[in-house]
Every structure is written in C-alpha cells, then in structure tokens.
C-alpha cells in the first residue's frame, strides 16, 4: 500500500507517478492506447489530456512491468501550465478484484514532499523516485485510479492502471 502511496502523487504531481500507486504487473491489460501515458509504463489518462493543468511528458519505470520484490525506480518528466497552491488534492483508489483497498483524499501538496517538490507546482518538473516492492504482493488484478484537483476543483491530471500479479 506504501506503493501506490507514494506512487500515485508522483506520477501526477510532476509527471507522474506519489504516493505509489501501481503494484508490479506480470501482464497488463490493455486499455485505449489513445490515453497512454508517454514513455516506458502500464498508466492511461482517464480523460483527454488536453484538458488538464499537468502536461506529462513522459513516465519510464525501470523494470516495466514491475517486479514484485525489486526495486522499481520512476522518472518522470511534465508541466504544470497553471500554478498548483496549497490545498491542492488527490483522490486515490486502489482495488484488488471486486475489493476496495484504498479509496482516499490526500494533500498534493504533503505528497510531492516524497520527490523532494514543494508548493506552489509551476513550470517544468522532473523527477527519479525509487520505491521498493514488496515480495507478498498477493497475485490478483489491481486496478489504481489517482485523480489531482487544484484548490479551486481544477483538474491537475487523472491516471489510471490496471495490473495483473
């Protein structure tokens, strides 16, 4: 669970992928390749980009897919075309099958402090995050959804992921 919270803020904060939202995937199931997410990764916009206040430019994770049990290391490169002040949101939900693990609000904000990020979010960013993951990941589908709104209820981004263990 520490993956996908530290994951998700990162890939949304700054180009993707904090909190840590994505657990290693063994196969990935497809989804409209229109929404990808550039670069080496399982992750989908969940709407048109254009539309939103990040630009991600690319998310690599080295191993793609991850592996559970290694360490799974995220760069991530983007840009915030509108300043993002404190306050700002991520929604965060994370379900194993049918099951709800995670389905939370936290502070952008507090969460971009894992890559060394604070606010006010403007410009161009970059990030490297390593995240180690755990080997008793049970196997099974997850499905991630991690959805970033400013203060004012803009959208940030919003990604999405569905693994298989």
Do not use: W
């Amino acid at each position: 669970m520490k993956f996908f919270l530290t994951f998700a803020p990162l890939s949304l904060s700054a180009l993707v992928a904090s909190k840590s939202f994505l657990f290693a995937a063994e196969q990935q199931t497809l989804v409209d390749t229109d929404l990808s997410v550039p670069g080496e990764n399982p992750l989908y916009f969940c709407n048109d980009p254009s539309d939103y206040i990040l630009t991600i430019d690319n998310v690599d994770l080295d191993p793609n897919p991850p592996e559970k049990g290694k360490d799974l290391l995220i760069k991530a490169r983007g840009n915030f075309t509108e300043k993002v002040e404190k306050d700002a949101y991520i929604n965060l939900s994370v379900k194993y099958g049918l099951i709800t693990l995670v389905n939370t609000k936290a502070d952008l904000c507090e969460q971009m402090k894992e890559v060394d990020e604070t606010c006010p979010l403007n410009g161009a960013k970059a990030f490297t995050k390593t995240v180690t993951l755990p080997k008793e990941i049970p196997p099974g589908k997850y499905t991630v959804m991690a959805d970033a709104y400013t203060k004012d209820d803009e959208g940030i981004t919003c990604l999405k992921a569905t693994v298989h263990f």
